[in-house]
């Protein structure tokens, strides 16, 4: 038999596996493929094709929407009717995430812990939003609640119409966010509790719902803002009547067809775009240091 003794002087920390001792204090080496040569190519690539999609044509709004100044672009957002229609737009939307943080929490929680005879038909009618083109949505929202309802139901022109419509197009975001976690989660600690004499509900709030509220919360927020932007599924429901149903999309496409004045209208419509490119920017930053808190919180 063999003895290895320890020779490092006393008192001298130990470097850890994978770790390379630089200057007195260990570098952990990061394992997994590096592109090297080739890595400056790829972030080249990478950056240039976010450029063209995204960083650019979000640049161009913005400019032109300060196209006239500060004061223009206050004017265009602070006008009443436009006031009226944001204030509509991003109360619709906080509700439709509140909305489907709880539905689609309890939709992915029967498909995955509740299966049942016609579960797979059911997935699949989940995901029928996602395939519909928007406009086709709006038809099927109007064909159902419109002024000929075949159950009884109007709501056209009204801001139930425009909530119920927006929980349709929205209601795959919540529910395949939170899916996949729970069906990652690991049920020994579930289990474990209950036989100690915790409830459903205590295991529930305590083992469960710390696990997925991370992805509760994504899922919230792209319901957000996919409702934030909505436009197809709600132009034919809304009826576009100004303080009442008119949304922002609607007062941006509204602008847009201005043919009086042309600029002017186009310097307005990039204001109102530019304001919903905030709230939603707002929105994901928050999003982020909810995750990362919830993140050193384990």
Do not use: C
């Amino acid at each position: 038999m063999t003895l290895e003794l320890d020779t490092a002087p006393a008192g001298t920390a130990q470097v850890p596996a994978g770790a390379v001792r630089t200057k007195g204090r260990p570098k952990k080496v990061r394992p997994g493929l590096s592109l090297r040569s080739a890595s400056g190519t790829t972030l080249g690539i990478v950056v240039l094709w976010m450029s063209i999609l995204v960083l650019l044509p979000l640049t161009a709004v913005v400019g032109k929407a300060f196209g006239a100044g500060w004061s223009g672009f206050w004017d265009a957002i602070t006008s009443p009717a436009t006031a009226a229609a944001l204030r509509l737009t991003i109360g619709l939307s906080l509700g439709v995430g509140v909305v489907n943080a709880v539905m689609g929490t309890l939709v992915a929680w029967v498909l995955v812990r509740e299966r049942f005879r016609g579960s797979a038909l059911f997935e699949m009618v989940i995901d029928i939003p996602f395939a519909l083109p928007t406009i086709v949505a709006g038809l099927v929202m109007l064909a159902l609640y419109g002024g000929d309802s075949p159950i009884g139901i109007h709501l056209l022109g009204t801001r139930a119409g425009l909530f119920v419509t927006l929980l349709f197009v929205t209601l795959p975001f919540t529910v395949r966010t939170v899916q996949p976690v729970l069906l990652d989660l690991d049920r020994d600690a579930e289990q474990a509790a209950s036989s100690l004499g915790a409830g459903p509900r205590v295991v529930f709030r305590r083992i469960v719902a710390p696990q997925i509220m991370p992805a509760v919360v994504s899922g919230a927020v792209l319901s957000f803002a996919r409702a934030l932007g909505e436009y197809g599924s709600l132009v034919l429901i809304s009826s576009n009547l100004p303080f009442k149903t008119e949304i922002a999309s609607s007062v941006i496409y509204g602008k847009l067809q201005d043919a009086d004045h042309p600029g002017q209208a186009t310097q307005q419509a990039a204001a109102i775009a530019a304001l919903l490119l905030v709230v939603s920017a707002v929105v994901l930053v928050v999003l982020d240091l909810l995750q990362r808190r919830m993140a050193r919180r384990g």
